[in-house]
């Protein structure tokens, strides 16, 4: 009851996700995480044992693994902080693959050894060319459903 003795109606909430939004969101966190450690192991396998063969090739292959573990994270966080670390995220990651695709496709020995984003992810099932574009595409329909 206010003053006035009227009762206050309490704030709207959003309605619920439903189940098969939420398992599409978890689906893009599962295979981030993936690529992840499997781009990670990969690398941290290369640069302990033949780092002095393809430096650039595998610190690139590190580098990705990095972005798609703070991706990775920043999907599972709440807030604008984390959604904006995931835009960011997904962006540099699909600046990356747009430019060591287009370099590697132009020029095949560009680098010494194949990277996650080399040919566009060919080696990986183009997967790395398709996940910041579903990313991005996550990361609207959820800053869309924030400000219904």
Do not use: N
């Amino acid at each position: 009851m206010t003053g006035s003795g009227s009762p206050t109606a309490p704030p709207p909430t959003p309605p619920p996700t439903p189940p098969s939004r939420r398992a599409v969101g978890q689906v893009l966190i599962a295979v981030y995480a993936v690529f992840a450690v499997s781009a990670g192991a990969r690398a941290a396998v290369q640069i302990a044992t033949r780092l002095d063969e393809a430096p650039v090739a595998y610190l690139l292959s590190a580098f990705a693994a990095a972005v798609y573990l703070v991706a990775t994270v920043a999907f599972r966080l709440p807030g604008r902080a984390a959604f904006l670390v995931a835009l960011v995220a997904c962006s540099i990651e699909l600046a990356g693959v747009l430019t060591v695709g287009t370099a590697t496709v132009l020029e095949p020995d560009l680098f010494a050894d194949a990277t996650v984003w080399t040919a566009y992810g060919r080696g990986y099932g183009f997967v790395p060319l398709v996940l910041p574009v579903l990313g991005l595409a996550w990361l609207r329909h959820v800053a869309t459903r924030r400000t219904t």
